[in-house]
C-alpha cells in the first residue's frame, strides 16, 4: 500500500477528476460513507448515545455533512457543528452543507453558538467526530479552530478523525499549534505521511485506510516509492509450508553470535530463527563458550569456532566459519558480539566471501562503525541486510541519534542505496530501504520492543525467513511486521508492562497464524485496518 504527502494526495484527487471523470462530490459521498460504517461499528445501536460532528470550512467539513446525513437516515441522534453559514463554504462542501439544510437538520455554527460548552457536556458514551482540518493545513492552529481542539481532546467521548486529526502535518507529521488526540483515524484512499511519522503518529489512534473509489491506476502509480507494509502483503509473501516438508525442505539458518556475559542474544537469535520457520537453526559462537549455549538451547545446534581464550570469536576462524556457512542459506552475524577491531576484521573476511544473504546486527553493527566506509568499499559483494537502531545508525553514518530521528526516511533510503544493502532501521515504525530506493514503513510494534533483547529476535526471524527461500527485502519486510505483530498481541492478550524479550518470542507462532489467517486481500475492500 503506497503512502502519500498531502500535497501528492490533492494531486491523485484531481486526476481522478480531470483524467477518469470521477466527481469530486463522489470522493466525498464515499469517504463520508466509510466513516459512517466505521460509527455503525462502533456503536450499532444509534440510540445509545450522541454522535457530534465538527466541520471545518474546507473538503473535510464537506466529508463531516456527508456522514451527518448518512448518520441522520440511520436514526443517529446527530449534533452537526459548522465553523460559520453556509454561504461562507466552497465548492463540493458547501454542496453538501446546502443538502442537509434542505433536508431539514439543524446546523449549529461555531462562531455563533457554544461549542465549548456543548463539548464539556459530552459523555463517554458519545462520539466526536473531527472534520476540522484536512491535510492541506500549512500554518498553525489558532484562534476558536485551536480552543475548540483543545475541547475535544479534554472530553470524555472517543474521537473519529475524518482522514487526519486536525492539527497533524499531513507531510511531517508536525504538530501545528495543536491537534486532535484520535482514538480512530479513518484516511481516505492511501495513508498520509503524517499519520505514521512522529509525533503525528501519536494523534491518529487507530487507523484505518479507506476505499473511496480511487482509480488503481493512480493508487498503486509506480512513482510512488512508500509504502505500508500491511497483513496481506506478508500473507502473500510468507513461505509455504508443504505437505510432505521436512527439515531440509525448509532451510539451514546460521547465526555467528554471544560473547562473555551476552550469551543470551544468541539463543534469543536462535530461537526466534526456529520460531520463524527456519528447518535447522545453527548458532555460531567462541569455542569456549559452546557449553555455554548448549546448556541454554535444545532444539538449536550450536557449533564452535577459534577464540581469544575468553569467549569472543577471532578473524583467524574465519575459514573454518565460511566452510560452515557453505552448508547454509542464510547467515546472520552480531547478536551478542563485541564491537571490537577483531570482530570487524572477522566481519570484513566474510563479506564477499559469503555468497549468502548477511544479516548484519549489533556487534556486528558496532563493529562496522570503527571503519564505516567498509560498507561503501564493499557494497555489492554480499547481500547485506543491516539492522542499526538510531544509535548505531548515527555511529556508522557520523550524526547523532536525534538527528537519525529526524530523516528516518530519507537517511535509510540513502544509504541503502550507497551501501547496496537493504537497511532495517528500528524505532517506533521501523523503516525498512532497498537497494533500489523503495521504502517501505512496518506499522506492527509498541513499547514492549524497548528492552534488551528484542533486537535479537528480529535478526532471526529475518535470517529464518532469507533460510526459507525469501528474498533479503521481502524477508526484511515480513520478519519486521511479525515481530511488532506479536508484541501487539502479547499487549492486547497481557497488557502493556512487565514483559521481556522471552515473551515476544512465545507470541511469534501466534503472530504468524494470525496472518496466515486474514482473508485473502480485496482490492475494493471498504477499509483496511493497519494499525491499533
Known sequence: MKIVSGKKMGEIDGEAISRFGIPGLILMENAGLRVVQLIQELRP????????????????????????????????????????????????????????????????????????????????????????????????????????????????????????????????????????????????????????????????????????????????ATELRENLITGPFVQAHLPDRVADGHKGTYGRAFILAGSPGMTGAAALAGESALRGGAGLVYVGTAEELRPVLEAKLKEVITWGFPGDGRGNLVAEGSGMIMQYAGVCQAMAFGPGLQPTPDTLRLLKNLCGEITVPLVVDAGGLGALALEPQFLKQSAGKTPLILTPHPGEMARLVGDSASGVQQQRWELAVEKAREWQAVVVLKGAHTVIARPDGELYLNPTGNPLLSTAGTGDLLTGLITALVAQGLEAAEASLCGAYLHGLAADLLVENSGPRGFIAGDILDYIPAAFNKVLALPPAEPHAPHHYVRG
Open 45 to 220: 445501536d444509534g440510540k445509545q448515545g450522541r454522535v457530534a460532528i465538527f466541520c471545518g470550512r474546507g473538503n473535510n467539513g464537506g466529508d463531516g455533512f456527508v456522514i451527518a446525513r448518512h448518520l441522520r437516515r440511520l436514526g443517529y441522534r446527530v449534533t452537526t457543528w459548522a465553523l460559520d453559514r453556509a454561504d461562507a463554504y466552497k465548492g463540493d462542501a458547501a454542496v453538501n452543507y446546502q443538502i442537509l439544510l434542505q433536508q431539514g437538520e439543524e446546523v449549529l455554527k461555531m462562531k455563533e453558538g457554544n461549542p465549548l460548552a456543548f463539548i464539556e457536556d459530552l459523555g463517554a458514551g458519545d462520539l466526536i467526530v473531527d472534520a476540522l482540518l484536512g491535510t492541506g493545513l500549512g500554518r498553525p492552529v489558532e484562534g476558536l479552530l485551536a480552543e475548540v481542539i483543545a475541547a475535544l481532546n479534554d472530553s470524555a467521548a472517543q474521537i473519529i478523525s475524518a482522514d487526519i486529526p486536525s492539527g497533524v502535518s499531513a507531510d511531517t507529521g508536525e504538530i501545528l499549534g495543536i491537534a486532535v488526540q484520535a482514538h480512530y483515524t479513518v484516511t481516505f484512499a492511501l495513508p498520509k505521511r503524517g499519520l505514521l511519522l512522529f509525533p503525528g503518529a501519536a494523534h491518529t489512534g487507530r487507523l484505518i485506510v479507506a476505499d473511496i473509489g480511487m482509480p488503481a491506476e493512480l493508487a498503486a
